[in-house]
Protein backbone atom coordinates (compact mmCIF):
# COMPACT_ATOMS: atom_id res chain seq x y z
CA UNK A 1 0.00 0.00 0.00
CA UNK A 2 1.31 3.72 -1.11
CA UNK A 3 0.51 6.35 1.12
CA UNK A 4 0.95 9.99 0.01
CA UNK A 5 -0.06 12.02 3.87
CA UNK A 6 -0.37 15.74 3.44
CA UNK A 7 -0.40 17.69 6.20
CA UNK A 8 -2.35 20.92 4.48
CA UNK A 9 -1.21 24.65 4.85
CA UNK A 10 -0.62 27.48 2.77
CA UNK A 11 2.30 28.82 4.19
CA UNK A 12 4.08 25.14 4.18
CA UNK A 13 2.09 22.28 2.77
CA UNK A 14 3.87 19.23 4.16
CA UNK A 15 3.91 15.89 1.68
CA UNK A 16 5.35 12.78 2.42
CA UNK A 17 4.95 8.93 1.01
CA UNK A 18 5.39 6.08 2.92
CA UNK A 19 4.98 2.62 1.50
CA UNK A 20 4.00 -1.04 3.68
CA UNK A 21 1.32 -2.92 5.05
CA UNK A 22 0.42 -3.25 8.60
CA UNK A 23 2.75 -5.25 10.58
CA UNK A 24 5.46 -4.93 8.51
CA UNK A 25 8.68 -2.31 8.26
CA UNK A 26 7.53 0.68 6.29
CA UNK A 27 9.85 2.28 4.10
CA UNK A 28 9.99 6.05 3.21
CA UNK A 29 9.19 6.97 -0.65
CA UNK A 30 9.65 10.45 -0.27
CA UNK A 31 9.19 13.48 2.14
CA UNK A 32 8.97 17.31 1.28
CA UNK A 33 7.45 20.58 1.79
CA UNK A 34 4.74 22.58 -0.99
CA UNK A 35 5.80 26.22 -0.18
CA UNK A 36 3.63 29.58 -1.07
CA UNK A 37 4.64 33.00 -0.62
CA UNK A 38 2.59 34.48 2.43
CA UNK A 39 2.68 37.96 0.34
CA UNK A 40 1.10 36.61 -2.90
CA UNK A 41 -3.11 36.44 -3.67
CA UNK A 42 -4.85 33.77 -1.81
CA UNK A 43 -5.77 32.39 -4.98
CA UNK A 44 -2.19 32.03 -6.83
CA UNK A 45 -1.10 30.68 -3.70
CA UNK A 46 -4.19 27.62 -3.81
CA UNK A 47 -2.89 27.34 -7.78
CA UNK A 48 0.34 26.88 -6.15
CA UNK A 49 -0.46 24.15 -4.29
CA UNK A 50 -2.40 22.56 -6.58
CA UNK A 51 0.58 22.17 -8.68
CA UNK A 52 2.47 21.47 -6.46
CA UNK A 53 0.10 18.39 -5.10
CA UNK A 54 -0.49 17.24 -8.91
CA UNK A 55 3.51 16.75 -8.91
CA UNK A 56 3.48 14.49 -5.93
CA UNK A 57 0.75 12.63 -7.36
CA UNK A 58 2.21 12.31 -11.01
CA UNK A 59 5.81 11.50 -9.45
CA UNK A 60 4.75 8.83 -6.64
CA UNK A 61 1.20 7.52 -7.89
CA UNK A 62 0.11 6.66 -3.76
CA UNK A 63 -3.07 4.64 -3.95
CA UNK A 64 -4.65 6.11 -0.89
CA UNK A 65 -4.19 10.39 0.04
CA UNK A 66 -4.66 10.54 3.85
CA UNK A 67 -5.05 14.37 4.86
CA UNK A 68 -5.11 16.19 8.53
CA UNK A 69 -9.09 16.65 9.37
CA UNK A 70 -8.78 20.62 10.05
CA UNK A 71 -11.23 21.75 13.11
CA UNK A 72 -12.31 25.03 12.83
CA UNK A 73 -12.43 25.25 17.06
CA UNK A 74 -8.46 25.74 17.19
CA UNK A 75 -6.04 27.70 15.78
CA UNK A 76 -8.64 30.42 14.35
CA UNK A 77 -5.93 32.96 12.63
CA UNK A 78 -4.33 30.02 10.50
CA UNK A 79 -7.85 27.79 10.09
CA UNK A 80 -8.96 29.20 6.92
CA UNK A 81 -5.59 28.74 5.01
CA UNK A 82 -5.49 25.07 6.49
CA UNK A 83 -8.82 24.63 5.50
CA UNK A 84 -8.33 25.64 1.97
CA UNK A 85 -5.15 24.21 1.23
CA UNK A 86 -6.65 20.51 2.49
CA UNK A 87 -9.41 20.91 -0.22
CA UNK A 88 -7.29 21.68 -2.89
CA UNK A 89 -5.28 18.31 -1.76
CA UNK A 90 -8.60 16.97 -1.60
CA UNK A 91 -9.71 17.89 -5.00
CA UNK A 92 -6.54 16.65 -6.81
CA UNK A 93 -6.75 13.33 -5.68
CA UNK A 94 -10.64 13.05 -6.20
CA UNK A 95 -10.18 14.26 -9.40
CA UNK A 96 -7.71 11.14 -9.89
CA UNK A 97 -10.20 8.42 -8.05
CA UNK A 98 -7.71 8.47 -5.79
CA UNK A 99 -9.68 7.62 -2.28
CA UNK A 100 -9.22 10.14 0.02
CA UNK A 101 -8.43 9.36 4.50
CA UNK A 102 -9.21 12.10 6.84
CA UNK A 103 -7.33 11.19 10.12
CA UNK A 104 -7.56 13.88 13.13
CA UNK A 105 -3.77 14.87 14.50
CA UNK A 106 -4.85 13.16 17.94
CA UNK A 107 -5.58 9.96 15.33
CA UNK A 108 -1.93 10.12 13.77
CA UNK A 109 -0.29 10.95 17.33
CA UNK A 110 -1.95 7.92 19.34
CA UNK A 111 -1.13 5.78 15.66
CA UNK A 112 2.86 6.65 15.85
CA UNK A 113 3.42 7.47 19.54
CA UNK A 114 1.13 5.60 21.54
CA UNK A 115 -0.39 8.29 23.04
CA UNK A 116 -2.73 11.50 21.43
CA UNK A 117 -1.03 14.44 23.34
CA UNK A 118 2.21 13.39 22.20
CA UNK A 119 3.96 16.62 21.03
CA UNK A 120 5.83 17.37 17.42
CA UNK A 121 9.39 16.22 18.71
CA UNK A 122 7.71 12.81 20.11
CA UNK A 123 5.91 12.05 16.32
CA UNK A 124 9.18 12.88 14.84
CA UNK A 125 11.38 10.51 17.00
CA UNK A 126 9.15 8.09 15.92
CA UNK A 127 8.45 8.55 12.57
CA UNK A 128 12.63 8.87 12.35
CA UNK A 129 12.64 5.31 13.91
CA UNK A 130 9.74 4.03 12.04
CA UNK A 131 11.01 4.79 8.77
CA UNK A 132 14.29 3.92 9.99
CA UNK A 133 15.66 7.80 8.91
CA UNK A 134 19.08 8.62 10.09
CA UNK A 135 17.18 12.19 11.44
CA UNK A 136 13.63 13.44 11.99
CA UNK A 137 12.32 15.09 8.82
CA UNK A 138 12.64 18.55 8.91
CA UNK A 139 10.63 20.52 8.79
CA UNK A 140 7.60 19.79 11.94
CA UNK A 141 5.08 19.76 8.75
CA UNK A 142 6.99 17.18 6.68
CA UNK A 143 7.04 14.64 9.82
CA UNK A 144 3.69 14.95 10.54
CA UNK A 145 2.81 14.47 6.40
CA UNK A 146 4.77 10.90 6.86
CA UNK A 147 3.26 10.10 10.27
CA UNK A 148 -0.74 10.96 8.38
CA UNK A 149 0.62 8.60 6.10
CA UNK A 150 1.96 5.44 8.51
CA UNK A 151 -1.44 6.21 10.85
CA UNK A 152 -3.65 5.59 7.01
CA UNK A 153 -1.49 2.51 6.90
CA UNK A 154 -2.05 1.29 10.08
CA UNK A 155 -5.17 1.95 10.55
CA UNK A 156 -6.68 1.08 7.19
CA UNK A 157 -7.32 -2.43 8.06
CA UNK A 158 -9.63 -1.83 11.19
CA UNK A 159 -11.28 1.08 8.89
CA UNK A 160 -11.70 -1.75 6.44
CA UNK A 161 -13.01 -4.11 9.09
CA UNK A 162 -15.40 -1.71 10.33
CA UNK A 163 -17.03 -0.82 6.81
CA UNK A 164 -17.48 -4.18 5.94
CA UNK A 165 -19.60 -5.01 9.53
CA UNK A 166 -21.36 -1.93 9.00
CA UNK A 167 -22.37 -3.05 4.76
CA UNK A 168 -23.17 -6.95 5.95
CA UNK A 169 -25.39 -5.37 9.00
CA UNK A 170 -27.08 -3.12 6.36
CA UNK A 171 -27.71 -6.14 4.16
CA UNK A 172 -28.69 -8.34 7.45
CA UNK A 173 -31.66 -5.43 8.06
CA UNK A 174 -32.76 -5.38 4.23
CA UNK A 175 -33.38 -9.06 4.16
CA UNK A 176 -35.20 -9.05 7.76
CA UNK A 177 -37.24 -5.90 7.35
CA UNK B 1 -18.02 45.06 -16.34
CA UNK B 2 -19.14 41.16 -15.93
CA UNK B 3 -18.45 39.87 -12.25
CA UNK B 4 -18.91 36.18 -11.57
CA UNK B 5 -20.48 36.12 -7.28
CA UNK B 6 -20.50 33.05 -5.54
CA UNK B 7 -21.84 32.44 -2.61
CA UNK B 8 -19.84 29.06 -0.90
CA UNK B 9 -21.14 26.23 0.26
CA UNK B 10 -21.02 22.52 -0.18
CA UNK B 11 -24.33 21.49 -0.88
CA UNK B 12 -25.54 24.83 -2.06
CA UNK B 13 -23.38 27.70 -3.43
CA UNK B 14 -24.89 30.34 -5.05
CA UNK B 15 -23.26 31.40 -8.33
CA UNK B 16 -24.34 35.14 -10.29
CA UNK B 17 -23.42 36.79 -13.11
CA UNK B 18 -23.83 40.57 -13.66
CA UNK B 19 -22.83 43.19 -15.54
CA UNK B 20 -22.66 46.66 -15.21
CA UNK B 21 -20.57 49.63 -14.16
CA UNK B 22 -20.85 52.30 -10.53
CA UNK B 23 -23.99 54.92 -10.90
CA UNK B 24 -25.10 52.81 -14.32
CA UNK B 25 -28.31 50.50 -14.41
CA UNK B 26 -26.81 46.90 -13.55
CA UNK B 27 -28.28 43.79 -15.94
CA UNK B 28 -28.34 40.18 -14.78
CA UNK B 29 -27.16 37.63 -16.78
CA UNK B 30 -27.04 34.40 -15.24
CA UNK B 31 -27.92 33.32 -11.45
CA UNK B 32 -27.86 29.58 -10.37
CA UNK B 33 -26.77 27.24 -7.65
CA UNK B 34 -24.56 24.63 -7.62
CA UNK B 35 -25.28 21.54 -5.78
CA UNK B 36 -24.12 18.77 -4.24
CA UNK B 37 -25.48 15.39 -2.26
CA UNK B 38 -24.44 15.75 1.14
CA UNK B 39 -24.18 11.71 1.80
CA UNK B 40 -21.07 12.34 -1.05
CA UNK B 41 -17.78 11.73 0.04
CA UNK B 42 -15.90 15.45 0.63
CA UNK B 43 -13.18 14.53 -2.07
CA UNK B 44 -16.31 14.54 -4.69
CA UNK B 45 -18.39 17.22 -3.55
CA UNK B 46 -15.39 19.56 -4.04
CA UNK B 47 -14.97 17.86 -7.47
CA UNK B 48 -18.47 18.61 -8.29
CA UNK B 49 -18.49 22.32 -7.33
CA UNK B 50 -15.17 22.66 -8.81
CA UNK B 51 -16.72 21.37 -12.37
CA UNK B 52 -19.93 23.48 -11.70
CA UNK B 53 -18.22 27.00 -11.16
CA UNK B 54 -15.79 26.00 -14.53
CA UNK B 55 -19.28 25.45 -16.66
CA UNK B 56 -20.15 28.82 -15.22
CA UNK B 57 -17.00 30.32 -15.90
CA UNK B 58 -16.90 28.87 -19.54
CA UNK B 59 -20.58 30.07 -20.25
CA UNK B 60 -20.26 33.42 -19.19
CA UNK B 61 -16.38 34.58 -19.46
CA UNK B 62 -16.31 36.93 -16.26
CA UNK B 63 -13.94 39.62 -16.03
CA UNK B 64 -13.83 39.29 -11.81
CA UNK B 65 -14.78 36.82 -9.42
CA UNK B 66 -16.01 37.98 -6.42
CA UNK B 67 -16.26 35.43 -3.38
CA UNK B 68 -17.70 36.37 0.41
CA UNK B 69 -14.82 35.93 3.05
CA UNK B 70 -15.38 33.22 5.34
CA UNK B 71 -14.68 33.83 8.26
CA UNK B 72 -13.98 31.41 11.25
CA UNK B 73 -15.75 32.90 13.88
CA UNK B 74 -19.04 31.73 13.39
CA UNK B 75 -20.99 29.14 12.59
CA UNK B 76 -18.75 26.63 13.18
CA UNK B 77 -20.34 23.84 11.98
CA UNK B 78 -20.65 24.51 8.47
CA UNK B 79 -17.73 27.29 8.04
CA UNK B 80 -15.16 24.28 6.79
CA UNK B 81 -17.55 22.67 4.30
CA UNK B 82 -17.82 26.98 3.33
CA UNK B 83 -14.05 27.82 3.45
CA UNK B 84 -13.62 24.71 1.19
CA UNK B 85 -15.87 25.48 -1.20
CA UNK B 86 -15.01 28.71 -1.67
CA UNK B 87 -11.02 27.95 -2.07
CA UNK B 88 -12.37 25.65 -4.93
CA UNK B 89 -13.76 28.79 -6.71
CA UNK B 90 -10.82 31.28 -5.97
CA UNK B 91 -9.00 27.94 -7.31
CA UNK B 92 -11.01 28.16 -10.78
CA UNK B 93 -10.87 31.79 -11.07
CA UNK B 94 -6.75 31.92 -10.08
CA UNK B 95 -5.80 29.16 -12.56
CA UNK B 96 -7.36 31.24 -15.30
CA UNK B 97 -6.18 34.31 -14.44
CA UNK B 98 -9.54 35.94 -13.35
CA UNK B 99 -8.66 38.63 -10.44
CA UNK B 100 -10.61 37.44 -7.46
CA UNK B 101 -11.88 39.59 -5.05
CA UNK B 102 -13.04 38.87 -1.31
CA UNK B 103 -15.74 40.88 0.67
CA UNK B 104 -17.55 40.40 3.82
CA UNK B 105 -21.40 39.90 4.44
CA UNK B 106 -21.69 42.90 5.91
CA UNK B 107 -19.42 45.06 2.89
CA UNK B 108 -22.15 43.13 0.66
CA UNK B 109 -25.33 43.79 2.78
CA UNK B 110 -24.10 47.33 3.28
CA UNK B 111 -23.86 47.97 0.01
CA UNK B 112 -27.00 46.65 -1.90
CA UNK B 113 -29.06 47.78 1.54
CA UNK B 114 -27.22 50.42 2.73
CA UNK B 115 -27.18 48.31 6.04
CA UNK B 116 -24.39 46.04 7.36
CA UNK B 117 -26.67 43.90 9.37
CA UNK B 118 -29.69 43.83 6.79
CA UNK B 119 -31.59 40.41 6.75
CA UNK B 120 -31.38 37.74 3.99
CA UNK B 121 -34.60 39.09 2.94
CA UNK B 122 -34.03 42.68 2.76
CA UNK B 123 -31.16 41.90 0.40
CA UNK B 124 -33.11 39.37 -1.51
CA UNK B 125 -35.80 42.78 -2.24
CA UNK B 126 -32.79 45.15 -2.83
CA UNK B 127 -31.31 42.48 -5.35
CA UNK B 128 -34.33 42.48 -7.04
CA UNK B 129 -35.19 45.53 -7.80
CA UNK B 130 -31.70 46.81 -8.31
CA UNK B 131 -31.11 43.75 -11.41
CA UNK B 132 -35.16 44.52 -12.33
CA UNK B 133 -36.23 41.32 -11.38
CA UNK B 134 -39.98 40.13 -11.56
CA UNK B 135 -39.15 38.36 -8.09
CA UNK B 136 -36.39 37.53 -5.83
CA UNK B 137 -34.11 35.23 -6.91
CA UNK B 138 -34.28 31.42 -4.52
CA UNK B 139 -32.79 30.15 -2.76
CA UNK B 140 -31.08 33.18 -0.95
CA UNK B 141 -27.37 31.42 -2.03
CA UNK B 142 -28.22 32.68 -5.53
CA UNK B 143 -29.45 36.00 -4.41
CA UNK B 144 -26.59 36.06 -1.67
CA UNK B 145 -24.16 35.70 -5.06
CA UNK B 146 -26.40 38.54 -7.32
CA UNK B 147 -25.48 40.97 -4.20
CA UNK B 148 -21.72 39.99 -4.01
CA UNK B 149 -21.55 40.69 -7.52
CA UNK B 150 -23.14 44.01 -7.35
CA UNK B 151 -21.16 44.89 -4.53
CA UNK B 152 -17.90 44.41 -6.20
CA UNK B 153 -19.68 46.18 -9.08
CA UNK B 154 -20.02 49.11 -6.84
CA UNK B 155 -16.66 48.83 -4.52
CA UNK B 156 -14.22 48.50 -7.65
CA UNK B 157 -13.48 52.07 -8.25
CA UNK B 158 -12.77 52.95 -5.06
CA UNK B 159 -10.85 49.91 -4.25
CA UNK B 160 -9.14 50.53 -7.89
CA UNK B 161 -8.44 54.39 -6.57
CA UNK B 162 -7.44 53.30 -3.08
CA UNK B 163 -4.52 50.62 -4.91
CA UNK B 164 -3.55 53.33 -7.10
CA UNK B 165 -2.82 55.61 -3.77
CA UNK B 166 -0.91 52.83 -2.20
CA UNK B 167 1.22 52.17 -4.70
CA UNK B 168 1.76 56.12 -5.90
CA UNK B 169 2.98 56.24 -2.20
CA UNK B 170 5.46 53.48 -1.85
CA UNK B 171 7.21 55.15 -5.38
CA UNK B 172 7.13 58.55 -3.63
CA UNK B 173 8.81 56.70 -0.68
CA UNK B 174 11.49 54.96 -2.81
CA UNK B 175 12.35 57.86 -4.18
CA UNK B 176 12.58 59.71 -1.38
CA UNK B 177 14.07 56.91 0.94
Known amino acids: MRVLGVDPGLTR ?16 IGVGVVRTPSDA ?11 GIEQWLDEHRPEYVAVERVFSQH ?6 GTAQASAVAMLCAARRGIPV ?7 VKAAVTGSG ?21 KPADAADALALAICHIWRAPAQN ?11 LKGRTA
Chains 1, 2 share one sequence.
Do not use: F, I, Y
Open 75 to 80: NVSTVM
Open 101 to 107: ALHTPSE
Open 161 to 171: RLQQAVAAHRT
Open 41 to 51: ELGHRLVAVER
Open 13 to 28: CGVGVVEGVAGRPLTM
Open 117 to 137: RADKAQVGAMVTRLLRLAAPP
